[in-house]
């Protein structure tokens, strides 16, 4: 739906005729860029209904063909793709509430509690953003698999990212946001800390921990790396570490592969649809300090 701009109620005629006149210029000039965005969506979708020798023809084919459900078997049989699909599912899906969870508490403790150290706390938690990844990979694998014995099990995957830094950051700057007066009200009311915080802060920053979700189920669902590591075993897989697996040294399936990829992104369209309304509020509202 395209987005009317908004009118003053003291605008004149002219005035409102011209905002509109430059809406339209906007959205015409935006939409070849839109298209170019939806070209490789348009293309992923067409291709995973025709055969592989229809992919690597000279004339490509630009509409749906028949061949969806054979080049689905084919990945079926190839990666075991359903248990794959609900092994990311569930794993995302966890990962986005508990994470959402921890994030908001800390990001609400830094923003409306004082106590000593909590500028330093604060300030060693975002440093944590310097150190690359990669450096925390070996230590991770061996306190995961080793030393907790968690390997192949969907709490390997969901852990060690649980608590992330950029969750905390953005629930710290959408709690700001939240007059302190009104939980000084509720506090001199009698209600207890868990009750203002459930029932009063969390509700007014229901945009931010919208726009929050989209953000950690995206980062889950993509993940890759972590989850090629610590999951072993093809019933553990997640839905990429599963595609990947279709490139081999002397064959690729690419037809399974545009099949897989079409389907997983049907799940996080779900989530982002239903929650857009709320995407673009959470987003500039994070970035708001009161």
Same mark, same amino acid.
């Given at each position: 739906?395209?987005?009317r701009p908004q009118v003053a109620a003291h605008d004149s005629p002219g005035v409102?005729?011209?905002?509109?006149?430059?809406?339209?210029?906007?959205?015409?000039?935006?939409?070849?860029?839109?298209?170019?965005?939806?070209?490789?969506?348009?293309?992923?979708?067409?291709?995973?209904?025709?055969?592989?020798?229809?992919?690597?023809?000279?004339?490509?084919?630009?509409? #749906?063909?028949?061949?969806?459900?054979?080049?689905?078997?084919?990945?079926?049989?190839?990666?075991?793709?359903?248990?794959?699909?609900?092994?990311?599912?569930?794993?995302?899906?966890?990962?986005?509430?508990?994470?959402?969870?921890?994030t908001s508490m800390g990001g609400y403790a830094f923003a409306k509690f004082d106590?000593?150290?909590?500028?330093?706390?604060?300030?060693?938690?975002?440093?944590?953003?310097?150190?690359?990844? #990669?450096?925390?990979?070996?230590?991770?694998?061996?306190?995961?698999?080793?030393?907790?014995?968690?390997?192949?099990?969907?709490?390997?995957?969901?852990?060690?990212?649980?608590?992330?830094?950029?969750?905390?950051?953005?629930?710290?700057?959408?709690?700001?946001?939240?007059?302190?007066?009104?939980?000084?009200?509720?506090?001199?009311?009698?209600?207890?800390?868990?009750?203002? #915080?459930?029932?009063?802060?969390?509700?007014?920053?229901?945009? !931010?921990?919208?726009?929050?979700?989209?953000?950690?189920?995206?980062?889950?669902?993509?993940?890759?790396?972590?989850?090629?590591?610590?999951?072993?075993?093809?019933?553990?897989?997640?839905?990429?570490? !599963?595609?990947?697996?279709?490139?081999?040294?002397?064959?690729?399936?690419?037809?399974?592969?545009?099949?897989?990829?079409?389907?997983?992104?049907?799940?996080?369209?779900?989530?982002?649809?239903?929650?857009?309304?709320?995407?673009?509020?959470?987003?500039?509202?994070?970035?708001?300090?009161?």
């Amino acid at each position: 739906m395209t987005a009317r701009p908004q009118v003053a109620a003291h605008d004149s005629p002219g005035v409102v005729a011209r905002r509109r006149t430059s809406a339209f210029w906007l959205h015409l000039a935006l939409l070849p860029l839109a298209l170019l965005f939806l070209a490789p969506l348009w293309i992923m979708a067409v291709f995973s209904t025709h055969p592989e020798t229809a992919i690597f023809s000279p004339n490509p084919p630009l509409w #749906f063909g028949g061949a969806f459900l054979e080049n689905f078997r084919g990945l079926q049989a190839d990666t075991n793709f359903i248990r794959t699909l609900f092994n990311s599912t569930a794993i995302a899906t966890l990962y986005t509430v508990f994470s959402m969870l921890l994030t908001s508490m800390g990001g609400y403790a830094f923003a409306k509690f004082d106590f000593p150290g909590k500028n330093w706390l604060f300030g060693l938690i975002l440093a944590t953003l310097t150190i690359p990844a #990669f450096v925390t990979i070996i230590p991770q694998f061996i306190l995961v698999a080793r030393d907790l014995k968690l390997s192949n099990t969907y709490w390997a995957v969901i852990l060690p990212t649980l608590a992330n830094t950029i969750g905390i950051f953005y629930m710290r700057q959408a709690f700001q946001t939240v007059p302190s007066d009104l939980l000084n009200a509720a506090r001199i009311d009698g209600a207890s800390e868990g009750r203002i #915080f459930w029932q009063i802060a969390l509700p007014i920053v229901r945009p !931010a921990l919208a726009a929050l979700a989209i953000l950690l189920f995206l980062a889950s669902w993509n993940d890759y790396l972590w989850p090629l590591i610590v999951l072993t075993q093809k019933d553990s897989y997640t839905m990429p570490v !599963a595609l990947g697996t279709l490139v081999g040294l002397t064959r690729v399936s690419w037809g399974g592969i545009m099949v897989g990829t079409a389907i997983a992104t049907i799940p996080f369209l779900a989530l982002f649809l239903s929650l857009q309304r709320h995407f673009v509020a959470g987003i500039a509202g994070g970035a708001v300090k009161d």
